[in-house]
């Protein structure tokens, strides 16, 4: 069985997204990250056995994943071979780009990720507040890795819902790069 781990990169304030749910702490910061956390991420990444994405954070990566523009990133060539759900109820496909498409499952997301992880082994979530809140309330989630980006925001959307019960995690491991981001993984159960 594997592990479900919900990845989201944040504000320097802890916001996953600005006020309109738009994610651009890239571009806030000047641009994207340092290759040395590309090719960690990479490498974090090799490991993983699918990837879950909700509706919105799908049409948003298939415009760039799939495409020549993301040929140099370091995670292009895991990303787009790895397996792919995509959480909708309207969603009627998910091609990718020449690459395989990503399977469109719908219905209880606990119940739904917890089966593609049972399948693959380790899962992870990218984006998908909705998806990822869904998670969260159900107890779902094992893993929380934050990758924390040197923007302020002020105001906009959490990582985590905000109803949640207070409850400790583990620290499993931290990580600071050149370019002043910040990843942060947190056991939220037992390994």
């Keep these: 069985m594997g592990r479900i781990v919900v990845q989201q990169f944040v504000s320097a304030d802890g916001f996953g997204a600005d006020s309109n749910g738009a994610f651009t702490l890239f571009d806030d910061m000047g641009g994207g990250a340092s290759r040395e956390f590309d090719e960690a991420n990479a490498e974090w990444a090799s490991a993983i056995g699918a990837i879950v994405l909700g509706a919105s954070t799908y049409r948003m990566f298939v415009e760039y994943w799939p495409t020549d523009a ?3 990133d370091p995670i292009a060539d895991r990303l787009n071979a790895a397996p792919k759900y995509v959480l909708s ?3 009627p496909a998910a091609p990718w780009g020449a690459y395989a498409p990503a399977t ?3 219905g ?3 119940a739904l990720v917890r089966e593609v992880a049972d399948r693959h082994g380790d899962v992870v979530v ?7 809140d869904q998670l969260f309330r159900a107890g ?4 929380l890795r934050l990758v924390v980006l040197p923007v302020l925001l002020g105001d906009g959307v959490r990582p985590v819902p905000t109803d949640l ?3 400790p995690v583990e620290r499993v491991a931290s990580r600071a790069f050149p370019d002043g981001l910040v990843e942060l993984e947190y056991a939220l159960s037992p390994r």
């Design 70 to 72: 993301s040929e140099a």
């Design 89 to 91: 109820r309207n969603l």
């Design 104 to 106: 469109v499952i719908a």
């Design 108 to 110: 209880d997301a606990a």
């Design 126 to 132: 990218w984006g998908s507040f909705d998806v990822t």
């Design 140 to 143: 779902a989630v094992d893993d």
């Design 165 to 167: 019960r207070r409850r």
